[in-house]
Nanobody, 123 residues
Framework: QVQLVESGGGLVQAGGSLRLSCAASARTFSTYTMGWFRQAPGKERAFVAAITWDGARTYYADSVKGRITISRDMVQKTLYLQINMLKPEDTAVYYC????????????????WGQGTQVTVSS
């Protein structure tokens, strides 16, 4: 069982930056592949980024490459998402998920989810 708690969202002007955090409760945090998804109003939850259990590999959606960095701190058991050059279309609820593996860009690959943190970007 893994409990995930996201934080760091807020209201930001376009062009600004945010760092989202996802704190994990499990002692086995280091064994999970972790990912970030986002859900805009009226849209399905969409893949943003993922990172392997050892942090060796990262994966990004084409729409965010170059602006977003995913990372993890094994000691703090925390996942991060740095978002730069924010755009109004980045407005969404951001969720972190924990996965045993599979196609990491797919929602179904993740067994545990946090409650989400709202990011709102004003133009």
């Amino acid at each position: 069982q893994v409990q995930l708690v996201e934080s760091g969202g807020g209201l930001v002007q376009a062009g600004g930056s945010l760092r989202l955090s996802c704190a994990a409760s499990a002692r086995t945090f280091s064994t999970y592949t972790m990912g970030w998804f986002r859900q805009a109003p009226g849209k399905e939850r969409a893949f943003v980024a993922a990172i392997t259990w050892d942090g060796a590999r990262t994966y990004y959606a084409d729409s965010v490459k170059g602006r977003i960095t995913i990372s993890r701190d094994m000691v703090q058991k925390t996942l991060y998402l740095q978002i730069n050059m924010l755009k109004p279309e980045d407005t969404a609820v951001y969720y972190c998920g924990a996965s045993f593996g599979g196609t990491l860009s797919q929602y179904s690959a993740y067994q545990y989810w946090g409650q989400g943190t709202q990011v709102t970007v004003s133009s």
